[in-house]
């Protein structure tokens, strides 16, 4: 009975894990390129999931997707172009507060759209009752689908960044932005690219996790924090440590019900970023000495 | 140096006319939203000390002013009349810490005293601050943002979990504060225009201690920082302790303004430690000009008075977060100071280098 709790709660853990580990990796696209923290980059995983639920009313599912993760980086292109692509030389703190003034806008844009209603895609496969076993413990397909699809965006983005010119370029304007406008690398486009990039993901992810976790206007703002922190915890920039540190958190949070209310989980996650922040900003995995010379 | 005094003066001027003005058109219920504008105010000038001059964010005010106004609900509504017997009790009820008053039903209860409960939750939000702003303002730019905007959300989600705090509810029938005999903070209509001045004063004496302390030594050591910490620091600048004392006044300067929000209203709500809460109040710090504690001032008087009356509807969050953008956009020195020239001239000029 015990273990099969502890596996039912690391199965839960592994879940939301994976959301938080896919807005993670958003947030580090993001940062490599510009240096920015994108604080709208939850309201992407919002977006995806509230425009699916729409477009299901008269698409297939998959075709719904697809437009949801389209219309998401649509939008991601077009904060971009209007609000950071003009901006010469701004400071952090400009930075931050744009981004916070245009998660509100998304947000504002999605309760006057959609209401305040709770909405969920409907299971990929089965229902809310099917599962399927494995050794002993209840797995619902559509935890199976979300671990999935998160394995392929990781593969996806890294075959990208890696085997791809456009990825190619992308990281050189990460590591130097001069040399790599130096190099012909139309840089601002590739800015415009990342904010794409990130809000296709995150839309994915908000379609992938809609049916276990449902998709309310104001999701975002919490998926941010907790991407944020995924985000440090595998150290910033660092996007294939942040699924590692994805799934730590969302473990640690799983595990946190057993011992503590529930409404208090949000706090376990916020107390990691913080104790993090203080003791170890480089992340988990990060080189502390490269960290340093890093402009926050 | 007489400018100062000018200002302040222009300041109790404007004060008075409003409230005339109000008087003469018959608008007395204004004073209702200009009196809590008055004390969101309070919150605001504070934070502006904290943003504009010693040039550090923070996402997590609401919950100072929450820590405030939570402490003090608390303590003036919670019934200690079964425990009147203990010791420790019916001591603190003998040296007037504990008052006994009739609660909304006609039942004899014993609570803390208001003031008793306003020293009370100044300390605990001096102590809160200490903690969290030892660590935090070792961070900078996004770090320092997120682990702010942490520190409110931890705020909030403790407050809407613990059922001390009336979760979701929030805490009502919270007693008046007596100031003085005759004069009480709250939100009854005989006492409207007194606590109109009441709160107008608090903020007219902060303005006071803020532009002395800007125009002081601490003052020109808190834009050093602003400037170049390094450089600050070189100087002989100890930057950790001035930021630590400057973001534990502005965090009392919070507390204050919600220990007496919650009595004026009568009761607080989760809504008032939220995040979009905290986001109101930089935004209004932006508006105003991040340096500027007479534009934050007035922006905030302005911007909250509109909210409060419900003039933006639904869309007040929308219009907080589209005024954020715009100023950051146009205009990072504030509203005040756009200088229309410049930016279309920057426009054409952004323009003819594309172009070229």
Same mark, same amino acid.
């Given at each position: 009975?015990?273990? $099969?709790?502890?596996?039912?709660?690391?199965?839960?853990?592994?879940?939301?894990?994976?959301?938080?580990?896919?807005?993670g990796?958003?947030?580090?696209?993001?940062?490599?390129?510009t240096?920015?923290?994108?604080?709208?980059?939850?309201?992407?995983?919002?977006? #995806?999931?509230?425009?699916?639920?729409?477009?299901?009313?008269?698409?297939?599912?998959?075709?719904?997707i697809?437009?949801?993760?389209?219309?998401?980086?649509?939008?991601?292109?077009?904060?971009?172009?209007?609000?950071?692509?003009?901006? *010469?030389?701004?400071?952090?703190?400009?930075?931050?507060?744009?981004?916070?003034g245009?998660?509100?806008?998304?947000?504002? #844009?999605?309760?006057h759209?959609?209401?305040?209603?709770?909405?969920?895609?409907?299971?990929?496969?089965?229902?809310? *009752?099917?599962?399927?076993?494995?050794?002993?413990?209840r797995?619902?397909?559509?935890?199976?689908w979300?671990?999935?699809?998160?394995?392929?965006?990781?593969?996806?983005?890294?075959?990208?960044?890696?085997?791809?010119?456009?990825?190619?370029?992308?990281?050189?304007?990460?590591?130097?932005?001069?040399?790599?406008?130096?190099?012909?690398?139309?840089?601002?486009?590739?800015?415009?690219?990342?904010?794409?990039?990130?809000?296709?993901?995150?839309?994915?992810?908000?379609c992938?996790?809609?049916?276990?976790?449902?998709?309310?206007?104001?999701?975002?703002?919490?998926?941010?924090?907790?991407?944020?922190t995924?985000?440090?915890?595998? #150290?910033? #920039?660092?996007?294939?440590?942040?699924?590692?540190?994805?799934?730590?958190?969302?473990?640690?949070?799983?595990?946190?019900?057993?011992?503590?209310?529930?409404?208090?989980?949000?706090a376990?996650?916020?107390?990691?970023?913080?104790?993090?922040?203080?003791?170890?900003?480089?992340?988990?995995?990060?080189?502390? $000495?490269?960290?340093?010379?890093?402009?926050? | 140096?007489?400018?100062?005094?000018r200002?302040?003066?222009?300041?109790?001027a404007?004060?008075?006319?409003?409230?005339?003005?109000?008087?003469?058109?018959?608008?007395?219920?204004?004073?209702?939203?200009?009196?809590?504008?008055?004390?969101?105010?309070?919150?605001? %000038?504070?934070?502006?000390?904290?943003?504009?001059?010693?040039?550090?964010?923070?996402?997590?005010?609401?919950?100072?002013?929450?820590?405030?106004g939570?402490?003090?609900?608390?303590?003036?509504?919670?019934?200690?009349s079964?425990?009147?017997?203990?010791?420790?009790?019916?001591?603190?009820?003998?040296?007037?810490?504990?008052?006994?008053?009739?609660?909304?039903?006609?039942?004899?209860?014993?609570?803390?005293?208001?003031?008793?409960?306003?020293?009370?939750?100044?300390?605990?939000?001096?102590?809160?601050?200490?903690?969290?702003?030892?660590?935090?303002?070792?961070?900078?730019g996004?770090?320092?943002?997120?682990?702010?905007?942490?520190?409110?959300? %931890? %705020?909030?989600?403790?407050?809407?979990?613990?059922?001390?705090?009336?979760?979701?509810?929030?805490?009502?029938?919270?007693?008046?504060?007596?100031?003085?005999?005759?004069?009480?903070?709250?939100?009854?209509?005989?006492?409207?225009?007194?606590?109109?001045?009441?709160?107008?004063?608090?903020?007219?004496?902060?303005?006071?201690?803020?532009?002395?302390l800007?125009?002081?030594?601490?003052?020109?050591?808190?834009?050093? %920082?602003?400037?170049?910490?390094?450089?600050?620091?070189?100087?002989?600048?100890?930057?950790?302790?001035?930021?630590?004392?400057?973001?534990?006044?502005?965090?009392?300067?919070?507390?204050?303004?919600?220990?007496?929000?919650?009595?004026?209203?009568?009761?607080?709500?989760?809504?008032?430690?939220?995040?979009?809460?905290?986001?109101?109040?930089?935004?209004?710090?932006?508006?105003?000009?991040?340096?500027?504690?007479?534009?934050?001032?007035?922006?905030s008087?302005?911007?909250?008075?509109?909210?409060?009356?419900g003039?933006?509807?639904?869309?007040?969050?929308?219009?907080?977060?589209?005024?954020?953008?715009a100023?950051?956009?146009?205009?990072?020195?504030?509203?005040?100071?756009?200088?229309?020239?410049?930016?279309?001239?920057?426009?054409?000029?952004?323009?003819?280098?594309?172009?070229?």
């Amino acid at each position: 009975m015990f273990l $099969e709790l502890f596996f039912q709660y690391l199965v839960a853990g592994l879940t939301y894990g994976t959301i938080y580990a896919v807005v993670g990796i958003g947030f580090n696209i993001i940062y490599n390129t510009t240096g920015i923290i994108n604080f709208a980059q939850g309201e992407f995983v919002m977006l #995806g999931g509230m425009t699916a639920v729409s477009l299901h009313a008269f698409l297939p599912l998959p075709l719904a997707i697809a437009g949801a993760v389209l219309v998401t980086m649509a939008v991601g292109g077009l904060i971009e172009m209007l609000f950071i692509r003009w901006l *010469v030389k701004p400071s952090v703190l400009r930075m931050i507060i744009i981004t916070i003034g245009v998660s509100i806008l998304i947000r504002e #844009g999605a309760l006057h759209l959609w209401g305040e209603g709770i909405r969920s895609l409907p299971y990929f496969t089965g229902n809310e *009752v099917s599962a399927i076993e494995i050794g002993g413990v209840r797995v619902s397909p559509q935890v199976l689908w979300a671990l999935g699809v998160a394995a392929i965006v990781v593969l996806l983005l890294n075959v990208f960044f890696h085997y791809t010119m456009l990825g190619r370029e992308m990281r050189a304007c990460a590591s130097n932005r001069d040399a790599a406008a130096l190099c012909g690398i139309p840089t601002r486009n590739m800015v415009t690219l990342s904010f794409v990039v990130s809000a296709g993901i995150g839309a994915l992810a908000g379609c992938v996790v809609s049916p276990i976790t449902q998709t309310q206007y104001g999701i975002g703002a919490g998926l941010a924090i907790k991407g944020f922190t995924v985000a440090i915890l595998g #150290g910033l #920039g660092n996007s294939m440590a942040a699924v590692g540190a994805g799934f730590i958190l969302g473990i640690l949070e799983s595990f946190s019900i057993w011992v503590m209310p529930t409404a208090y989980k949000d706090a376990i996650s916020i107390t990691i970023l913080l104790a993090m922040l203080f003791a170890r900003p480089s992340g988990l995995f990060g080189n502390s $000495e490269a960290a340093r010379l890093k402009e926050f | 140096m007489f400018q100062r005094f000018r200002h302040i003066t222009a300041l109790a001027a404007a004060i008075a006319a409003v409230q005339l003005l109000t008087a003469a058109t018959g608008k007395e219920f204004f004073l209702t939203q200009l009196t809590m504008a008055g004390y969101y105010t309070l919150v605001i %000038i504070g934070l502006c000390l904290l943003m504009g001059y010693a040039g550090q964010i923070s996402l997590g005010h609401a919950g100072f002013f929450a820590i405030g106004g939570y402490t003090s609900a608390v303590l003036t509504t919670v019934d200690l009349s079964a425990w009147k017997a203990a010791p420790a009790i019916s001591l603190l009820a003998k040296s007037g810490i504990l008052t006994g008053r009739a609660d909304l039903y006609g039942g004899q209860i014993l609570t803390v005293h208001p003031w008793a409960a306003f020293l009370c939750a100044l300390c605990i939000t001096i102590v809160v601050a200490f903690l969290i702003g030892v660590p935090v303002l070792k961070l900078k730019g996004h770090y320092l943002a997120m682990a702010t905007l942490g520190f409110g959300t %931890i %705020i909030y989600s403790v407050v809407l979990a613990t059922s001390r705090f009336g979760a979701a509810d929030g805490i009502s029938s919270v007693p008046a504060f007596p100031l003085l005999p005759g004069l009480a903070v709250t939100g009854g209509s005989s006492q409207r225009v007194a606590n109109y001045y009441f709160a107008w004063l608090l903020v007219t004496v902060g303005m006071l201690l803020l532009i002395n302390l800007i125009h002081s030594r601490v003052g020109r050591a808190l834009r050093s %920082i602003h400037g170049a910490e390094d450089a600050a620091g070189a100087m002989g600048v100890d930057a950790a302790r001035y930021k630590l004392n400057t973001f534990i006044l502005s965090a009392v300067y919070a507390a204050v303004a919600g220990v007496f929000l919650t009595h004026y209203n009568g009761g607080i709500g989760p809504s008032e430690a939220s995040i979009m809460k905290s986001v109101r109040y930089v935004a209004i710090v932006a508006v105003g000009g991040m340096g500027s504690l007479w534009g934050t001032l007035i922006m905030s008087a302005v911007l909250n008075f509109l909210s409060l009356r419900g003039y933006f509807g639904t869309f007040d969050d929308a219009v907080f977060g589209s005024i954020l953008i715009a100023v950051m956009l146009f205009s990072p020195e504030g509203v005040l100071k756009l200088d229309i020239r410049s930016l279309v001239g920057r426009w054409i000029r952004t323009d003819r280098k594309a172009g070229a």
